[in-house]
């Protein structure tokens, strides 16, 4: 069957761009702002309920710091792991491997079509497109990820990737292209969400019956065990991981965790903090395959996509701890009023903003411009489950945007340039320290600047012109301090004795 | 170079900050977290399970075990059930009290076999008062995992005390990781219409959660 068109993050504008637009979209902002306070405020009731969510916390970030740091060790055990449970193992370094071989795995088949579990990962390499390139059908079974494959859209949300639709917009979604892709919605379909479920329900369960090939990524993955746990809500993850003949994983290789006995953090942490449930509806743990139960063969595919780059650089790792949860796209203000698409990348939010630039690089101009995408409020790393503090590695890229320096691409160590478009800023920053090495120029500088106030435009002329659209300009005093105190103090107190 | 020695190389390369003599162990975990919040009697922790299910919309019934067959077929009638899967270890006597045509669970039973199914009865692996889930484990009393998922209504029989535990990490020390565990806390659910909770997508939309006191 042909599917719509296929909607890619691809030629996307720079955020401040992005969002200049989005801003604009007010009933983008009032769904936006409705569904992230909605869960705010659920997140926050189901995390006092645990006593010891700080040290659950301080636990989740130590946890998998002592994965990250000792990564190579737990990727050994976990593949000896996993193939001893009969699973088979393999390795992508990039997009396009990943895409290869689960195209291949597919083809191996012979089917022509797969059930996919929502994947963050999966998104990331943009494996629908591959699939569909080799005439392979992916459907998306989460029901978000359904309302944005219907709709030939993008996600928006790590966990909600429709949260940009409010209920009228899905159900003309549904009406309008579910019979392109399978079973049409039922007649007369309301905009009430119980009625929009119950037609994604039907409109997937004859592909989860006869479906021979299931996708998906994983939450975790214990070393130790070779187990991968996927949570969940709906049971379309329990279809496509039980149904199918074949089960095809793509999982990052920061996904794993040591032990069995660390998801009694992560199982805390996740749900609280994600849906603001005490447990999500639906969690499932397998370990290779299991006769007679679930599929008979299991592949799971190691992503680096970009991983390594990111684990190369010791401020910037910490966001390889993150779990997917969102808390920190639900309480982010900028979040809130952009929407995810300005992000450009299926990780959207204060953790995209640190996430993509480390996973992408800073060459182009919209991850280049995503550091910048915060107001450093600091909101994010208060909620986020394993102490990412996202500020702090903002802080640092935007260094590495302006100044450039070493960091990792692909595997090797290199040099970057300052990315464009910050000449000016340097400029500036150059001239302002030579100004306050030079006290005689300083005071110059700010006499003539006193005298000449009155002529000072409103807005910044060439290069200062962007800065200026958004900013007053500081309105220059009539005397600048230092000779405010000549003036007044320094007689005194040279009199006093 | 395969891409697994690629991916290797890479992730060592990475970490040239880490000392060389320095073990995984020697990353500090404290894991001063409680392991249960809160102190409770058996019946405390029955009574705060039950609560906890049935605020996420499980249908909850507490029964003793000589009602527990009355109440199974009392519930199968009441959905107007005509078919029930069976796990092979479920107690014979749960069902001694239905005539209700049983469906076992074989291999060949397929998705669509299963579809047309009206309810299934299981037992469980273990209860987590805390969050309100029930565990399977895929043992003999709870059978495939795709029995309780493709039917529209599910049965789980929870033995109180024995089965239930206060917390997450209770549970996991009870539990097997190399079987295939199912973790359901109420019927399916989806938050993705407006991040509002509603209840029924894919799995079983009517979760009936039985607490069975040994007599």
């Known amino acids: 069957m042909s599917g719509p068109g296929h909607a890619t993050y691809l030629g996307m504008p720079a955020f401040p761009k992005a969002a200049d637009t989005s801003t604009r979209d007010t009933q983008l902002r009032a769904n936006l702002r409705h569904a992230t306070h909605t869960i705010r405020a659920k997140r926050a009731t189901a995390v006092a309920e645990l006593d010891d969510w700080g040290k659950l916390r301080a636990a989740g970030a130590a946890i998998k710091d002592r994965t990250l740091r000792h990564l190579d060790h737990y990727l050994e055990q976990l593949e000896r792991s996993v193939t001893a449970a009969g699973g088979q193992v393999h390795w992508a370094a990039d997009a396009d491997e990943a895409n290869r071989i689960v195209t291949e795995l597919v083809r191996a088949t012979g089917e022509r079509e797969v059930v996919k579990v929502k994947s963050m990962a999966t998104q990331e390499i943009g494996l629908n497109h591959a699939l569909a390139a080799a005439g392979i059908t992916a459907y998306e079974t989460d029901l978000a990820e359904l309302i944005v494959q219907l709709g030939d859209d993008l996600p928006s949300h790590i966990l909600v990737p429709a949260i940009h639709r409010n209920r009228a917009e899905i159900r003309d979604i549904f009406a309008a292209k579910m019979a392109r892709w399978g079973r049409p919605a039922p007649d007369n379909l309301t905009d009430a969400p119980a009625d929009l479920a119950e037609a994604a329900r039907l409109h997937l369960r004859e592909k989860f019956l006869n479906a021979k090939v299931g996708v998906s990524g994983a939450n975790f993955m214990v070393a130790e065990t070779g187990t991968l746990v996927v949570v969940e809500s709906e049971g379309n993850g329990r279809m496509c991981l039980t149904l199918p003949e074949t089960l095809i994983s793509v999982v990052g290789i920061e996904k794993v965790v040591p032990t069995f006995q660390d998801l009694e953090v992560f199982l805390q942490l996740l749900p609280r903090s994600s849906t603001a449930e005490r447990m999500n509806p639906y969690t499932s743990t397998w370990t290779g395959t299991t006769d007679d139960d679930g599929p008979r063969t299991f592949h799971l595919v190691l992503l680096d996509n970009g991983r390594t780059d990111t684990l190369a650089d010791t401020v910037g790792r910490q966001a390889l701890r993150c779990i997917r949860c969102s808390a920190c796209l639900n309480v982010c203000p900028v979040y809130e009023r952009a929407g995810g698409h300005a992000y450009g990348s299926a990780y959207p939010g204060p953790i995209g903003a640190i996430l993509t630039p480390q996973l992408r690089g800073t060459q182009s101009e919209l991850d280049a411009s995503l550091p910048y995408a915060s107001s450093l409020c600091g909101a994010c790393y208060e909620v986020c489950p394993v102490a990412i503090d996202i500020p702090e590695v903002l802080v640092h890229l935007r260094e590495r945007v302006v100044e450039g320096g070493p960091v990792s691409v692909r595997g090797t160590r290199t040099v970057i340039k300052p990315a464009k478009g910050h000449a000016a800023e340097r400029a500036a920053m150059r001239a302002a320290r030579w100004a306050l090495d030079h006290p005689g120029v300083l005071r110059t500088g700010q006499r003539l600047a006193s005298r000449t106030r009155r002529f000072h435009p409103r807005r910044l002329p060439g290069p200062g012109r962007a800065w200026s659209d958004t900013r007053e300009l500081p309105t220059v005093p009539a005397e600048s301090f230092r000779d405010w105190w000549q003036r007044t103090r320094a007689t005194n107190d040279r009199s006093t004795p | ?215």
Do not use: F, K
């Not at chain 2, 996991?172 to 295939?180: I, Q, S, T, V």
């Not at chain 2, 993705?192 to 069975?212: C, N, S």
């Open chain 2, 1 to 215: 170079m395969s891409s697994r020695d690629l991916v290797m190389a890479r992730v060592r390369r990475a970490l040239a900050d880490v000392p060389r003599a320095e073990t995984p162990s020697e990353v500090a975990v404290e894991r001063t977290y409680l392991r249960r919040h809160g102190d409770r009697t058996p019946a405390e922790t029955a009574d705060l399970l039950a609560e906890n299910l049935a605020d996420y919309r499980a249908v909850v019934h507490r029964t003793h075990t000589a009602a527990l067959p009355a109440l199974i077929a009392r519930l199968l009638t009441a959905r107007n059930a005509t078919t029930v899967v069976v796990p092979p270890g479920l107690p014979a006597d749960w069902l001694s009290a239905t005539d209700i045509r049983r469906i076992p669970d074989t291999a060949d039973l397929t998705p669509h076999d299963l579809d047309a199914v009206s309810s299934v009865v299981t037992g469980c692996a273990v209860a987590i008062a805390e969050t309100g889930t029930v565990v399977l484990d895929a043992s003999p009393d709870q059978g495939r995992r795709r029995i309780t998922l493709v039917p529209d209504h599910h049965i789980c029989v929870i033995r109180v005390p024995a089965q239930v535990v206060d917390s997450v990490p209770e549970a996991l020390e009870r539990l097997d990781p190399a079987r295939p565990q199912t973790w359901i806390s109420g019927p399916s659910a989806t938050s993705d219409i407006e991040l509002d909770r509603v209840e029924g997508v894919h799995g079983p939309r009517t979760l009936e959660v039985v607490l069975v006191t040994e007599d």
